[in-house]
């Protein structure tokens, strides 16, 4: 099965020798022009299109190809046509970004592990273009079903906030929905492989390929934020210190203006501190989510996710601010006590690095695969090729530590599929003149939920004095 494997492989070789060479040159002119100016989306469709040839080389579809009437085994037709992915596709395309790399100083060693994850995932993400090319006859077919599927991912994309409930993601748990979607599809498109080529029922093969990609988009647009968070607290293993949070009504401020969707949805924001105390020293907090639930004493209820607009820390103390979008008739009655129950998600930062670097206009490494430099007027730049570490960062200048983010993702892969997923974060410096900056990065050490149940709290108790109300 091998042996004939190998003679496909190079017989694919031999006759797509010039797509091929077409293909290294866009690899060439992505490691040129170091990913900008599209070459990282052109490198893309040159990897799609060869793609397709090297399937259409041997269609499925069909009764009349030549290849079903000669001693060709599917096992091996299919593994010849992965190898050519690995082999002519996968390995160009992770020599361009070493070379990348190694131009841009990076540390590859390690860097090295980001890659070749990376490589990994950029081979699972080529299955579904493979099962797609699996179910076409040529490459015209192809084209325009690949073009349906682009026209209706923008659909989804720009059509279904507007006509659904739905909630944009927050950076710190989006990569749960996406390996979520994005490992589902793969396997779906690998068992659409499978069954292809050993079965050749192309008819089915389509229709299980349109379910298999309408359910990947409806998991991905429809999944509730919830499930990131709790997916998160269940993959944190270090142990959670024994908190405790309470209603803080010493912080009474006026409520937060309207948007034009607050009006429109006729929904009225009243701002709720919270206070957690019993936090363990050394560690930084970071408030994710809160969701919140209010019930009167005649059975009035709401239920709802509230957004989160202030933190602020003190030794062994957190307090958050949240914002409640109730509706206008609820509002009415904030001056009645009711049962204030929800959950807080909570991630604790810790395990400090630092590293000391010169100050200077050129990129210097720093740690966690960041490269850092100054730029004009005091603000200091530094920038990661896998994406922004899922670290707190801040540098340090002189008396002076300023942060870069909190925005940070909890993933805990080193890496994704994006051909170019180079991020870069600013802050400002101050004018010590110093010679020397330190970065300092803390880890996530723990994700977890705090419930609370608080009976007899009026919504007019956070409000402060003076505050508009909104015409009943």
Same mark, same amino acid.
């Given at each position: 099965?091998?042996?004939?494997?190998?003679?496909?492989?190079?017989?694919?070789?031999? #006759?797509?020798?010039?797509?091929?060479?077409?293909?290294?040159?866009?690899?060439?002119?992505?490691?040129?022009?170091?990913?900008?100016?599209?070459?990282?989306?052109?490198?893309?469709?040159?990897?799609?299109?060869?793609?397709?040839?090297? $399937?259409?080389?041997?269609? $499925?579809?069909?009764?009349?190809?030549?290849?079903?009437?000669?001693?060709?085994?599917?096992?091996?037709?299919?593994?010849?046509?992965?190898?050519?992915?690995?082999?002519?596709?996968?390995?160009?395309?992770?020599?361009?970004?070493?070379?990348?790399?190694?131009?841009?100083?990076?540390?590859?060693?390690?860097?090295?592990?980001?890659?070749?994850?990376?490589?990994?995932?950029?081979?699972?993400?080529?299955?579904?273009?493979?099962?797609?090319?699996?179910?076409?006859?040529?490459?015209?077919?192809?084209?325009?079903?690949?073009?349906?599927?682009?026209?209706?991912?923008?659909?989804?994309?720009?059509?279904?906030?507007?006509?659904?409930?739905?909630?944009?993601?927050?950076?710190?748990?989006?990569?749960?929905?996406?390996?979520?979607?994005?490992?589902?599809?793969?396997?779906?498109?690998?068992?659409?492989?499978?069954?292809?080529?050993?079965?050749?029922?192309?008819?089915?093969?389509?229709?299980?390929?349109?379910?298999?990609?309408?359910?990947?988009?409806?998991?991905?647009?429809?999944?509730?934020?919830?499930?990131?968070? &709790?997916?998160?607290?269940?993959?944190?293993?270090?142990? &959670?210190?024994?908190?405790?949070?309470?209603?803080?009504?010493?912080?009474?401020?006026?409520?937060?203006?309207?948007? %034009?969707?607050?009006?429109?949805?006729?929904?009225?924001?009243?701002?709720?501190?919270?206070?957690?105390?019993?936090?363990?020293?050394?560690?930084?907090?970071?408030?994710?989510?809160?969701?919140?639930?209010?019930?009167?004493?005649?059975?009035?209820?709401?239920?709802?996710?509230?957004?989160?607009?202030?933190?602020?820390?003190?030794?062994?103390?957190?307090?958050?601010?949240?914002?409640?979008?109730?509706? %206008?008739?609820?509002?009415?009655?904030?001056?009645?006590?009711?049962?204030?129950?929800?959950?807080?998600?909570?991630?604790?930062?810790?395990?400090?690095?630092?590293?000391?670097?010169?100050?200077?206009?050129?990129?210097?490494?720093?740690?966690?695969?960041?490269? #850092? %430099?100054?730029?004009?007027? %005091?603000?200091?730049? #530094?920038?990661?090729?896998?994406?922004?570490?899922?670290?707190?960062?801040?540098?340090?200048?002189?008396?002076?530590?300023?942060?870069?983010?909190?925005?940070?993702?909890?993933?805990?892969?080193?890496?994704?599929?994006?051909?170019?997923?180079?991020?870069?974060?600013?802050?400002?410096?101050?004018?010590?003149?110093?010679? &020397?900056?330190?970065?300092?990065?803390?880890?996530?050490?723990?994700?977890?939920?705090?419930?609370?149940?608080?009976?007899? &709290?009026?919504?007019?108790?956070?409000?402060?004095?003076?505050?508009?109300?909104?015409?009943?």
């Amino acid at each position: 099965m091998m042996k004939q494997a190998l003679h496909i492989f190079r017989k694919d070789l031999r #006759c797509l020798r010039v797509e091929l060479g077409l293909f290294l040159a866009l690899a060439a002119l992505f490691t040129v022009t170091g990913a900008l100016y599209g070459a990282g989306v052109i490198l893309a469709v040159g990897a799609i299109y060869l793609t397709s040839r090297l $399937i259409h080389a041997e269609p $499925i579809p069909g009764t009349g190809q030549f290849w079903i009437t000669r001693p060709y085994r599917w096992q091996s037709l299919l593994i010849a046509k992965l190898l050519f992915m690995a082999v002519c596709i996968d390995m160009p395309i992770g020599a361009a970004r070493f070379i990348l790399l190694a131009r841009e100083e990076y540390p590859l060693a390690a860097s090295l592990p980001a890659l070749l994850w990376s490589q990994l995932l950029l081979f699972a993400a080529a299955l579904p273009v493979v099962a797609l090319a699996a179910v076409t006859s040529g490459t015209m077919e192809f084209s325009l079903a690949a073009l349906g599927v682009a026209v209706a991912y923008l659909m989804a994309l720009f059509v279904t906030p507007y006509t659904v409930r739905f909630q944009l993601w927050p950076v710190s748990v989006e990569w749960f929905r996406d390996a979520l979607a994005f490992s589902l599809l793969t396997a779906l498109a690998a068992a659409l492989l499978f069954w292809q080529y050993r079965e050749r029922r192309t008819g089915l093969s389509r229709i299980f390929g349109v379910a298999s990609v309408g359910g990947s988009a409806v998991l991905y647009l429809l999944l509730p934020i919830s499930a990131g968070f &709790v997916a998160q607290t269940w993959l944190s293993r270090a142990d &959670v210190p024994p908190l405790q949070v309470a209603p803080d009504l010493t912080k009474r401020t006026g409520m937060r203006p309207q948007t %034009n969707q607050d009006v429109a949805d006729r929904l009225v924001r009243v701002p709720v501190d919270l206070t957690i105390t019993g936090m363990p020293a050394g560690v930084e907090t970071a408030a994710d989510a809160v969701s919140v639930k209010l019930e009167w004493p005649d059975g009035r209820k709401w239920r709802g996710s509230a957004g989160l607009s202030g933190l602020e820390s003190a030794p062994r103390r957190v307090s958050v601010r949240a914002s409640i979008a109730i509706p %206008n008739d609820l509002f009415q009655r904030i001056r009645e006590p009711a049962r204030m129950r929800g959950s807080l998600y909570l991630t604790l930062f810790g395990d400090a690095r630092s590293r000391t670097i010169p100050v200077s206009s050129y990129p210097v490494n720093a740690l966690d695969g960041l490269q #850092c %430099n100054t730029e004009p007027f %005091n603000t200091y730049f #530094c920038r990661a090729f896998f994406g922004w570490p899922s670290r707190l960062v801040y540098a340090k200048y002189g008396e002076v530590q300023s942060e870069f983010t909190r925005l940070v993702s909890y993933s805990p892969f080193p890496s994704g599929p994006d051909l170019d997923a180079t991020a870069a974060r600013y802050t400002t410096l101050g004018s010590t003149g110093a010679a &020397v900056v330190t970065i300092i990065t803390k880890k996530p050490l723990a994700h977890f939920r705090r419930d609370f149940d608080f009976a007899g &709290v009026s919504l007019a108790d956070f409000i402060g004095p003076g505050a508009a109300l909104p015409p009943r």
